[in-house]
């Protein structure tokens, strides 16, 4: 899952025998940075007109690894923000009746401007009913229905933060969107789904062309495609004979593969094959240090509009 990507120490992999400057490269972990940097100078500005920091909560079930890290990660980024932050932890035999009275409780308590409940949960409960018991005012991750049918028609909502992210990389990249066809790998409810109306809204103005696992023309469409989102979940799937010349390649994906080179005995992967899919693209992400910075940065975007209610009062 992209969330690991941001918790990792690997580099972003680079070209045997070329310079990182001779191919474009949109790096996430800076751009990251540079908007957390912005909305701490905006946080320190609300304090000092005697505002409230802005306070992100996150309930964590369970001990998996890679919800463990990125909750860690989004605390960390609420420190380098200005935000206030609570770490709820709840041993993974923790019913869903527990779990739902304490969603009920912070949906009541008025210091809290926004929270997220880690995903994935225990198979014993039910993750849908957990996201609609959340209050969709304070839904930062932007998974309650109210926020995606409202995102999905172009009105005021919080937007899941990584589709979120990949926007604000392509419009700080000068990305040229208008017109051009895109092709998204994937139709999970939290990339997928929620990227192909966001690309095709006014302002972003994309062709928009959705493969999944049961697409039968999928290379031909790639091959087509001037912008290609892979977030499908397969190390290496984007091959370089489905990438057209100049195509830009914003890879969402992150999977552990074996590499006995590595101390750890492993390596990130993205759904790219970068060393062979950099040459032909204009402007790639990385795998670290892409989409997987953004995604936090996005988060912190959201509590900070949550708390100045920018969407609802």
């Given at each position: 899952?992209?969330?690991n990507?941001?918790?990792?120490?690997?580099?972003?992999?680079?070209?045997?025998?070329?310079?990182?400057?001779?191919?474009?490269?949109?790096?996430?972990?800076?751009?990251?940075?540079?908007?957390?940097?912005?909305?701490?100078?905006?946080?320190?500005?609300?304090?000092?007109?005697?505002?409230?920091?802005?306070?992100?909560?996150?309930?964590?079930?369970?001990?998996?690894?890679?919800?463990?890290?990125?909750?860690?990660?989004?605390?960390?980024?609420?420190?380098?923000?200005?935000?206030?932050?609570?770490?709820?932890?709840?041993?993974?035999?923790?019913?869903?009746?527990?779990l739902?009275?304490?969603?009920?409780?912070?949906?009541?308590?008025?210091?809290?401007?926004?929270?997220?409940?880690?995903?994935?949960?225990?198979?014993?409960?039910?993750?849908?009913?957990?996201?609609?018991?959340?209050?969709?005012r304070?839904?930062?991750?932007?998974?309650?229905?109210?926020?995606?049918?409202?995102?999905?028609?172009?009105?005021?909502?919080?937007?899941?933060?990584?589709?979120?992210?990949?926007?604000?990389?392509?419009?700080r990249?000068?990305v040229?969107?208008?017109?051009?066809?895109?092709?998204?790998?994937?139709?999970?409810?939290?990339?997928?789904?929620?990227?192909?109306?966001?690309?095709?809204?006014?302002?972003?103005?994309?062709?928009?062309?959705?493969?999944h696992?049961?697409?039968?023309?999928?290379?031909?469409?790639?091959r087509?495609?001037?912008?290609?989102?892979?977030?499908?979940?397969?190390?290496?799937?984007?091959?370089?004979?489905m990438?057209?010349?100049?195509?830009?390649?914003?890879?969402?994906?992150?999977?552990?593969?074996?590499?006995?080179?590595?101390?750890?005995?492993?390596?990130?992967?993205?759904?790219?094959?970068?060393?062979?899919?950099a040459?032909?693209?204009?402007?790639?992400?990385?795998?670290?240090?892409?989409?997987?910075?953004?995604?936090?940065?996005?988060?912190?975007?959201?509590?900070?509009?949550?708390?100045?209610?920018?969407?609802?009062?």
């Open positions: 899952m992209e969330q990507t941001s918790s990792q120490k690997d580099t972003a992999p680079s070209l045997t025998g070329r310079a990182v400057g001779e191919f474009s490269l949109i790096d996430g972990k800076a751009t990251a940075a540079t908007i957390k940097a912005e909305i701490k100078q905006e946080v320190e500005n609300i304090v000092a007109a005697g505002g409230k920091r802005p306070h992100l909560a996150a309930i964590l079930v369970g001990h998996d690894g890679g919800s463990e890290t990125y909750v860690n990660n989004k605390v960390r980024a609420c420190e380098e923000c200005g935000f206030r932050s609570t770490l709820l932890r709840f041993e993974d035999d923790l019913s869903e009746a527990d739902l009275a304490e969603v009920a409780r912070l949906n009541a308590d008025a210091d809290i401007d926004g929270f997220i409940v880690q995903l994935p949960l225990p198979r014993h409960i039910d993750e849908q009913k957990v996201i609609e018991a959340i209050d969709y304070k839904d930062v991750d932007g998974f309650h229905p109210i926020n995606v049918g409202r995102m999905a028609i172009g009105l005021p909502a919080f937007v899941s933060a990584t589709p979120k992210g990949i926007l604000e990389l392509l419009r990249y000068g040229a969107t208008s017109g051009k066809k895109c092709v998204i790998l994937g139709r999970s409810n939290i990339v997928g789904k929620p990227l192909s109306q966001l690309m095709m809204q006014k302002g972003v103005d994309a062709t928009v062309t959705v493969c696992s049961r697409s039968t023309t999928l290379k031909e469409e790639c087509a495609a001037d912008i290609i989102i892979a977030a499908i979940g397969q190390p290496a799937f984007v091959t370089a004979d990438v057209k010349p100049g195509a830009v390649i914003i890879d969402v994906g992150t999977t552990r593969v074996k590499d006995a080179s590595r101390a750890r005995g492993w390596r990130l992967q993205g759904d790219v094959d970068f060393q062979a899919v040459p032909i693209a204009s402007q790639i992400t990385p795998v670290p240090g892409g989409v997987g910075p953004m995604t936090i940065c996005m988060l912190m975007q959201n509590t900070l509009a949550a708390a100045r209610h920018e969407y609802y009062n």
